[in-house]
């Protein structure tokens, strides 16, 4: 029987997080996935990023992650969001060749030595009496220390196009047993959940000179650091918009009864931020135009996916209505839309490091924990692969906060709260959103970073980047500009009725609202002759104007911090009669200290925690 | 509040230690069941039905104490969601103590602190923070005006208009997620749209619930009508003549001062309390010196002002400084003496030019017509401060103030501002304002706003 510490169980875009950092701690890690699909496969929109979740990719690759790698040189369509909106609400985001994507990440893969990439179905998992993992595949038996579950939507998987049902977690994909199957001792949520593909058009198809282009914008950075920030690896392709009408929705009215969705076929429920067009056409009934992006998924595919057309309606209803679209009258469908239905597990029996409370060594991550997104899943593969490595290490754990980033509100909201539909990240989850920016995903992350205590050439650059960073806030802040300098000639670009009256140091004149803080500051350093890595000064020059804005908020939340280091004795609320039976176990085993431990243990009630906050006050 | 983590069984007599009466009521709470009581009665409570009244005896041992009548409440469905007994006992002060002192000497039960039965029911989630302060409003009432508002929080009516604002502010909080989450959903034109309705929606409730804020409000809780005036200006004979015609029935404020003389009394539904300042005027008196301070702080709050004047009698000084007040009424006492009129006009032309921009209620009648007249004024201007409904809780009023601030410097940074993170930034803070008045907006709240109302998504 193979051993290996880590055994990863499915190769999307969280077990290849998982894999890959367990493997830079240089542990040897296994990867199973289904045989016939590529690793890092795209089956949804072939995109990356996305407001909110652009951030999600910069945090990764600052703690080590691959997705921007693979987005970069997989990047066919870059896009900045909200570009109009201020900086700390700019999201990148990449239209992905998804076959060069599978085929870059296979290839990272084989370049890792310890990753062994096994392609077997797995049929089975127990503990044995030692804690190990046996893992029982249709080929082999392996044995893993700590097993991280990342499955996406195969378990219990099941199509939907129109009547015709199929098993499966996805297209021409089979399905694996249904969790309780496979790990006896966990249950899934009773609510499986729902999500949906559109059908893919022919791009020869497509009457391009009807929609509206939007290329690929040069300005955007590349995920990765350590890649030329603009330097795009493959040749770069235009997304379209078109929109749909009355008469396409009216099709899809008429066709009621044969939609899975409609006719009680699907029981699953979907997420109300990616509906279906079926939800579009009866959820809005007076709204008959909506945006439908049409995406390339590859430079060598055939294939565009029009987003915002998801459909399980039968395949001729389909045809259908996409040729009722301006632009699509002569559509080929290539694969047809169809709907997805799978098991969840219950993410409140998982702990910050995403290991399951009651069978230690077992971590879940992903689709599989009811949430949506390549990004929020690669999220959480790297935090349970990260933490499955330090606990095998002897570490203490990576847990981050959510008021430093966005995978720590991911992290929290899914431990703390039972969800009711897939779970997706928007910047209107964050408390803290002035903060927790892409610019400044670095210095966010590099104190994480750090404590892994490895080596490798990105830990050299974060490392040299915080140097540069600090040096740069420290020269802001002494350096001054008086009110006839020379420079502010330069800077009249900009503005040319508005003057300084007196002399204010750097930091103050990135803080003046008439001024744009990046060029100020590259045009102050360029003056004055220094030079600075571009990301530096792009991400000091956004602190400095935002840096009132943060201290106002923090004052806000200083009341809730002031909660959080409160001192508590844990045996007295251990005994106390106000407090629930399992919340008192759950405190006994903890034994917290302060209200902000008490507040981090799993499945601590509101009404506990309003318990001892009351004493406080 | 040593009590907010208690769930000792608390004993009290609801019905006021004050004096005696036909009947007490004593109430307890927080037993966990019937059994709690045996041998306390001569009845087995096991079987009683909740809600339904048992008479029965109560005995202290073997000795008979009385005959009540007790009614059981089980919780949750009771006052404060906790089981409760109320017993009727018979209302004599001694024998209510010797009851108190029956349940509580073994340390069976404690005597509840003030306002704790109905912190439980706070914590239990029988009563919002808001019906708690109307209970109190309710019970401690100086007028029908605040009987109303009282039993309107209590009710939740209030709450209800606080619903609105917070239905609004997730309205435009929601708004401003729009057109940063979801702008390619929806398109610029939608989000800002969206987003200035929403703002003015939000804004207009606002200031409605501000103008309810009247800076004078706070008289209005304990509406005090006060006596000024120069020694011998005649304050004492009014303020005798005005309790024999409307003392109140209830009257207990302590103890008379050297600093002044107070006494309620009801005019058309509103208990009043009528104050005789001590005399103003300069003087080496210690003891004095400080009642005329207190007295011109009674002065400072209060809800009606009548300043008295001898004609007869000036001290200039003195007077310019009850001058620095606003007064509802000018009396001219000592009408019945002879040259009254001449001296009245003289000092009228010395004194009133000094106190011009005053509104004037120059009065110089006899006591027996005073009356009336005074009654009419008061009531009017009760009836016109009352109108426009305004809110009386500190609390309320103190918050919905900072909102009004707070939501007008928020108004011109979303005019003048494009970082719409900065916006945001500041609308949370704006957030907090709300959120302590009507509760915590969560993000899944307003996301849930959202999508009820747009469509969104891939």
């Keep these: 029987m193979k051993t290996f510490d880590i055994i990863v169980v499915g190769g999307g875009h969280a077990g290849l997080e998982a894999a890959h950092i367990g493997a830079q701690f240089g542990l040897n890690i296994a990867l199973i996935t289904m045989p016939g699909i590529g690793i890092g496969s795209a089956p949804c929109n072939p995109s990356v990023g996305g407001v909110g979740k652009g951030q999600v990719v910069r945090e990764l690759d600052a703690l080590g992650g ?147 282009e939007q290329p690929s914008d040069e300005q955007t950075r590349n995920f990765h650091c350590l890649h030329d920030s603009h330097k795009r690896f493959i040749p770069q392709v235009s997304c379209w918009l078109a929109h749909t009408n009355g008469t396409m929705m009216g099709i899809i009215r008429d066709n009621k009864e044969k939609s899975p969705m409609y006719n009680g076929q699907i029981q699953g429920v979907g997420a109300r931020y990616c509906p279906s067009i079926e939800d579009k056409a009866f959820r809005y009934p007076d709204k008959n135009i909506h945006h439908v992006f049409i995406e390339p998924e590859g430079l060598n595919l055939d294939t565009m996916y029009p987003s915002g057309i998801s459909s399980s309606l039968p395949k001729e209803v389909q045809e259908d209505f996409v040729r009722s679209v301006e632009g699509l009258e002569n559509a080929k469908i290539l694969v047809y839309g169809y709907a997805v239905e799978y098991d969840v597990v219950d993410t409140t029996a998982l702990n910050q490091t995403l290991e399951h409370q009651e069978i230690p060594g077992l971590y879940f991550a992903g689709q599989v924990n009811g949430t949506s997104g390549y990004e929020e899943a690669a999220g959480q593969g790297l935090i349970a692969g990260t933490n499955a490595a330090l606990s095998l290490i002897g570490a203490s754990p990576l847990i981050l906060s959510r008021h430093e980033s966005y995978i720590g509100v991911m992290i929290e909201d899914l431990i703390s709260n039972t969800r009711d539909e897939p779970y997706r990240l928007f910047t209107a989850r964050s408390e803290n959103r002035l903060f927790i920016r892409e610019d400044n995903s670095i210095l966010r992350m590099y104190p994480y970073r750090a404590q892994f205590g490895l080596n490798t050439q990105l830990d050299f650059y974060l490392g040299h980047y915080i140097g540069e960073y600090e040096i740069l806030m420290e020269i802001c802040d002494n350096q001054m500009i008086s009110e006839d300098s020379e420079l502010l000639k330069n800077l009249s670009g900009e503005s040319d009725h508005q003057k300084l009256i007196k002399r204010i140091s750097v930091t103050d004149l990135l803080r003046q609202g008439w001024l744009n803080p990046i060029t100020t500051l590259e045009i102050i350093l360029n003056f004055y002759e220094m030079n600075f890595n571009s990301d530096v000064i792009k991400s000091v020059a956004i602190s400095k104007k935002y840096d009132g804005y943060i201290k106002r908020s923090d004052a806000q939340f200083d009341k809730v911090k002031k909660l959080e280091t409160m001192k508590l004795n844990w045996e007295e609320l251990a005994v106390s009669k106000n407090i629930s039976f399992e919340c008192k176990q759950r405190i006994t085993r903890i034994k917290p200290e302060t209200f902000g431990q008490l507040k981090l243990i799993e499945g601590i009630r509101p009404a506990t925690l309003a318990v001892v906050a009351a004493r406080a006050l | 509040m040593k009590f907010l983590d208690s769930d000792d069984v608390i004993i009290a007599c609801s019905t006021g230690m004050t004096s005696n009466a036909a009947l007490a009521v004593i109430r307890i709470s927080g037993f966990k069941d019937l059994s709690f009581f045996s041998g306390f009665f001569s009845k087995n409570l096991a079987p009683i039905e909740p809600r339904k009244v048992y008479y029965t005896n109560l005995l202290d041992g073997e000795t008979h104490l009385d005959d009540l009548c007790l009614t059981y409440f089980k919780g949750p469905h009771s006052y404060n969601g906790e089981n409760t007994l109320e017993l009727s006992i018979h209302g004599n002060l001694l024998h209510v103590e010797r009851v108190l002192n029956l349940f509580t000497r073994n340390g069976l039960c404690r005597l509840a602190s003030p306002g704790e039965f109905t912190y439980r029911g706070l914590r239990n989630k029988k009563l919002n923070l808001s019906q708690v302060e109307g209970l109190d409003l309710f019970l401690n009432a100086e007028s029908v005006f605040a009987l109303g508002q009282g039993l309107s929080l209590l009710n939740g ?302």
């Design chain 2, 157 to 458: 009516d209030l709450q209800e208009n606080y619903h609105k604002l917070y239905e609004l502010f997730l309205r435009h909080k929601s708004a401003l997620e729009l057109s940063i989450d979801f702008l390619d959903d929806v398109g610029e034109e939608t989000a800002q749209g969206y987003f200035k309705e929403s703002l003015l929606g939000l804004a207009k409730s606002v200031s409605a619930l501000a103008k309810r804020v009247l800076p004078q409000s706070q008289s209005l809780i304990e509406p005090d009508i006060v006596l000024v005036g120069l020694p011998n200006s005649g304050k004492s004979s009014l303020f005798n003549f005005l309790l024999s015609q409307d003392r109140a029935i209830v009257s207990s404020i302590a103890g008379t001062t050297r600093d002044y003389l107070a006494e309620k009394i009801q005019f058309d539904g509103v208990n009043y309390r009528l104050i005789d300042t001590a005399g103003v005027r300069e003087t080496k008196d210690q003891i004095e010196s400080q009642g005329v301070a207190r007295s011109l702080s009674r002065l400072k709050n209060a809800f009606f002002r009548i300043l008295l004047i001898n004609p007869f009698e000036t001290d200039d000084e003195a007077f310019a400084e009850l001058l620095k007040f606003d007064y509802d009424l000018i009396y001219f006492s000592h009408s019945d003496v002879a040259g009254f009129e001449e001296k009245k006009t003289l000092f009228v032309d010395r004194f009133c030019r000094v106190a011009s921009g005053q509104n004037l209620n120059i009065l110089s009648l006899d006591e027996k017509f005073i009356h009336n007249i005074l009654k009419l004024h008061i009531n009017k201007k009760y009836l016109s401060l009352t109108s426009g409904n305004p809110i009386l809780l500190d609390r309320h009023k103190s918050l919905i103030l900072q909102l009004e601030t707070a939501i007008r410097s928020y108004q011109d940074l979303a005019e003048n501002e494009s970082d719409i993170a900065i916006i945001g930034s500041e609308l949370n803070t704006l957030g907090h304002c709300i959120s302590e008045l009507i509760g915590i907006i969560s993000p899944d709240q307003v996301l849930d706003s959202i999508f009820s109302n747009f469509c969104i998504g891939k």
């Design chain 1, 66 to 212: 691959v997705m921007g790698i693979l987005a970069d040189k997989a990047g066919i369509q870059f896009r900045t969001l909200n570009e109009s909106k201020g900086f700390a609400v700019q999201s990148s985001r990449v239209q992905i060749d998804k076959e060069l994507y599978s085929i870059e990440a296979e290839a990272l893969t084989a370049s890792v030595e310890n990753i062994t990439v096994i392609r077997e179905k797995v049929l089975n998992i127990s503990k044995t009496d030692s804690g190990e993992f046996q893992i029982t595949t249709t080929d082999g038996l392996y044995l893993g220390k700590k097993t991280i579950m990342t499955v996406g939507t195969f378990l219990g998987g099941k199509l939907h196009t129109g009547q015709t049902q199929t098993q499966g977690g996805r297209f021409e994909c089979e399905s694996s047993p249904s969790l309780d199957t496979l790990f006896s001792q966990i249950k899934t949520r009773p609510a499986r959940f729902k999500t949906g593909t559109p059908p893919r058009i022919h791009k020869d198809s497509i009457d391009y000179s009807k929609l509206v």
